[in-house]
């Protein structure tokens, strides 16, 4: 399921219209984006959470060339699935 | 951010009522979760893909006792963020 999968099934479920439903998909993303680039933290219940994590500029070592590469320090999104989620995913198998 | 504060932004910024707002954010979650919980991926551009995995039993061991285990065969939700996030996160 893509984007557009997740807005035609709103729209479908909701009786909205396409463009609206497409409005509340990109608001819902766009403030995560937004939530995670200020460095804070989405909580939501039932699905899971997520959190950014800071990582230490090191250097480190290209293994072909044996040359030394400074690793700047770095902010990646992390993703914790929420327990009803989790169970739910499993139990599909 | 919780869900609270997206019902907000729906009432605010898209003249939806609180009750409307609500309902509709439950819905898509739902929709999400159904989809994940039949083993589809979700593929949103500019912020991630969710994608299940299956995972092959293995050798374990209890961390407390040492004891060796077999850890089960599972399915496993994982998030790979979009190139525009990380980037967006960085900048």
């Known amino acids: 399921m893509n984007k557009s999968g997740l807005i035609e099934e709103l729209s479908r479920k909701e009786n909205l219209t396409e463009k609206k439903a497409a409005e509340v998909i990109n608001l819902i993303f766009k403030g995560f984006s937004d939530e995670l680039k200020n460095g804070g933290r989405i909580e939501i219940r039932g699905f899971g959470s997520f959190v950014v994590r800071e990582y230490k500029g090191y250097t480190g070592r290209n293994p072909k060339t044996g040359k030394n590469i400074e690793v700047p320090p770095k902010r990646l999104p992390f993703f914790k699935v929420g327990k009803e989620l989790k169970e739910r995913v499993d139990k599909g198998k | ?91």
């Open chain 2, 1 to 91: 951010m919780t869900k609270i504060d997206i019902i907000q932004e729906l009432y605010e910024k898209l003249n939806f009522s609180k009750k409307d707002a609500a309902r509709i954010v439950e819905s898509v979650f739902d929709i999400m979760k159904d989809a994940l919980a039949r083993g589809e991926k979700i593929k949103i551009s500019g912020f991630g893909n969710f994608i299940v995995k299956e995972k092959k039993p293995r050798r374990g061991r209890n961390p407390q006792t040492g004891e060796e285990i077999v850890i089960s065969e599972r399915r496993v939700l994982t998030f790979k963020s979009s190139q525009v996030l990380r980037k967006s996160l960085n900048g």
